[in-house]
């Protein structure tokens, strides 16, 4: 739609020719302007949030305490059974150790026949005191 038809005023030559028509405010007034803080008073106070925070840990501190508990006699428990095995282990690891001692001192008094003075089993250090060998030299399948 053209301007003329919008303003009732056909044949208008220029924009100029038109009537000067300017926005008011409605009748009544503008409603007035909200403009200080309003904030709202509702929600739980300071002190309720820190006594449910402080509970909440409390609790937690709790569980993890009780955890504690239960974790520290399970390994108690392995630990018990550990010590209870431990002798049957060691025999069946000396009743292996003797078997291998004699089968290492076979082989060498096979290899070292020829040597003369040598005696066999005897610790080349001479330290007088007994020390098994490494764990490894006498189990070659662990290599």
């Known amino acids: 739609m053209t301007e003329a038809v919008i ?3 056909p044949g208008m030559a220029s924009v100029k020719d038109m ?3 300017q926005d008011g405010p409605p009748p009544g007034g503008f409603p007035p302007v909200r403009y200080a803080r309003r904030i709202p008073n509702t929600g739980p106070s300071a002190m ?3 006594l449910a925070a402080f509970g909440a840990f409390s609790y937690g501190m709790y569980q993890v305490g ?3 508990k239960i974790r520290r006699a399970l390994k108690e428990e392995k630990y018990a059974a550990r010590r209870a095995i431990l002798p049957m282990l060691q025999a069946e ?3 292996r150790f003797v078997k291998e001692w004699k089968k290492y001192l076979e082989y060498e008094a096979e290899v070292m026949k020829d040597v003369p003075g040598w005696k066999v089993g005897e610790s080349v250090y001479n330290s007088g005191k ?3 060998p490494a764990t490894g030299e006498l189990r070659p399948e662990v290599w």
């Open 66 to 68: 009780q955890g504690n």
């Open 19 to 21: 009537p000067i028509l």
């Open 130 to 132: 007994w020390m098994p």
């Open 93 to 95: 690891e000396d009743e």
């Open 48 to 50: 309720a949030i820190f």
């Open 7 to 9: 303003r009732n005023k």
